[in-house]
């Protein structure tokens, strides 16, 4: 498919356990998002990636979130010692180079439930 | 800081009217304003973008108009269809990422 992957569509974990959310983006696009939804809301920035490299992680919310890019494409947000309050929908989304001109495709979405 | 809102936050209108839907943000430097659809449980689909030099776009049925100067952005659609029913987000493109900062959505429901 020529669209932006994510994987799992769903992730139901235990308080306290550590999760991985994986990005496929669209092939040969430089520029990789990370956004968070919470219910009735609109997605929030978490992180933004200018290839392999975190350009701005400004919208991390705490240490416990972190996420990587190492070869340029696929993406992995890692969140650690997970808490109720960290349940959303994780967003991923990929431009061609992150310019203005630039659009944004996005995936479907990890829903991520923490009991 | 950029906020940006969406009025109404649900709307219901019958099969085949036209409608508006509304966005506004509070700092007018903005570099681009996307609208997106989603639908239950899958990901947001991009309708339109309009640069910020822009004032609007045409995609078929909808047409999306920009006024930075009020902080204002319209999303109109004509013809309204059921298969039109979904959650319409804005979002506008702002920092040296062009990160989009977005309204919370309108939920439009079109009866047939």
């Known amino acids: 498919g020529a669209g932006v992957s994510q994987t799992p569509s769903n992730k139901v974990t235990e308080k306290g356990k550590y999760v991985e959310l994986r990005c496929d983006p669209i092939s040969g696009h430089t520029a990789l998002y990370w956004y968070r939804q919470s219910l009735g809301q609109g997605p929030e920035f978490l992180i933004y990636f200018q290839g392999t490299g975190a350009a701005d992680d400004s919208g991390l919310p705490n240490d416990r979130f972190f996420a990587v890019r190492p070869e340029g494409s696929v993406s992995t947000l890692k969140i650690q010692r997970t808490e109720r309050g960290d349940s959303a929908v994780y967003l991923c989304?990929?431009?061609?180079?992150?310019?203005?001109?630039?659009?944004?495709?996005f995936g479907p979405g990890t829903r991520l439930t923490v009991l | 800081k950029q906020e940006v809102t969406q009025i109404p936050a649900a709307l219901s209108v019958p099969e085949g009217e036209n409608l508006v839907l509304n966005c506004s943000f509070t700092d007018s430097a903005i570099y681009n304003l996307q609208w997106f659809r989603q639908d239950p449980g899958k990901g947001l689909t991009s309708l339109l973008l309009i640069q910020s030099s822009q004032r609007e776009q045409t995609s078929g049925r909808l047409n999306a108009s920009l006024d930075k100067s009020s902080g204002r952005s319209t999303l109109y659609i004509a013809a309204s269809q059921p298969g039109d029913s979904a959650t319409y987000l804005c979002?506008?493109?702002?920092?040296?990422?062009?990160?989009?900062?977005w309204g919370a959505g309108t939920k439009l429901i079109i009866k047939p």
């Open positions: 989304a990929s431009s061609l180079t992150g310019g203005v001109m630039d659009e944004q495709f």
């Open positions: 979002a506008v493109g702002k920092g040296g990422n062009y990160q989009l900062i």
